[in-house]
């Protein structure tokens, strides 16, 4: 399945990135429906602050395998137009396979860089990421990238990782990890590029304003992980959690299987009636691209 790269679409380390989604891709795809359960009210927040209409152009940046593209699609129906860009060419030909079988034409999909342009595709009525943004080297180029891909008076929303303190089962997973492999330095969980690199507070309003958004809101959500038992939820970061996979990676198999025994292990106190449920939370960000710039 041969998907377009857009010219100048793969920024500095872009390749890195790429081939670390390439190999989760599988996972990933597998993973959809519980991904899918996960966020489902997170997703459906964020598209209402998009305000997506029949007809809509729409920009999904970092698009995975498509689980949110397929909302995006069915929302603006046949009339419209989404374009779905990832950095990883292998999860984004799943998006392709899946929003196909699902009669969903009018979408079309590049391999690209959030942090690029799209040359040629713009304007978009909307432009959305979803768990995607914090990934980004440069944030307030993706920022950007999405702000000039917006007409005058269109919307963008994006979903991130909040607080540490209010994802532990995400910290504790990078705690543990960094353990196994050694490295036990006390690294900011606000470094570029990792899964809490947007979280601290004002930092996601701040780029949003730099890059010259209005409107500009972000507030938390709550957004628990329900599943059957902890070794559910282990199995999906060992076969989609691409940050911790690649973590772990240089281990050899002996010490990979003590790291998830130890995590297994410190995730099993939030099993309760209910089965095991993950606290985790999201922050919702939406802002316009002002009608006069």
Known sequence: MNLPTPQGATGPGASGAASAWDRAADGWDRSTPLIHAWLAPATAAMLARLRLRPGARVLDLAAGAGDQTKDVAQAVGPTGHVLATDISPRILAF????????????????VADA??????????????????????????????????????????????FGEPAHNPCITTLMRLARQHRGLNGGASPYTAGGLFSLAEPGRLAGLLAAAGYADIEVEPLAAPFALPDVATYIAFVRDSG???????????????AAAWQAMAAALQPFTGERGWVGPNELLLCSATRPLTH
């Open 95 to 110: 998006a392709q396979r899946n929003l196909g079988a699902a009669g969903l034409a009018h979408v079309r999909y590049a």
């Open 115 to 160: 942090e690029q342009a799209v040359p040629g595709e713009a304007p978009f009525d909307a432009v959305l990421c979803r768990l995607g943004l914090m990934l980004c080297a440069n944030p307030a180029a993706a920022l950007a990238s999405a702000f000039e891909a917006l007409r005058p008076g269109g919307r963008f929303a994006a979903l991130v």
């Open 242 to 256: 691409s940050p911790i996979m690649e973590l772990l990676a240089p281990l050899d198999p002996s010490a990979q």
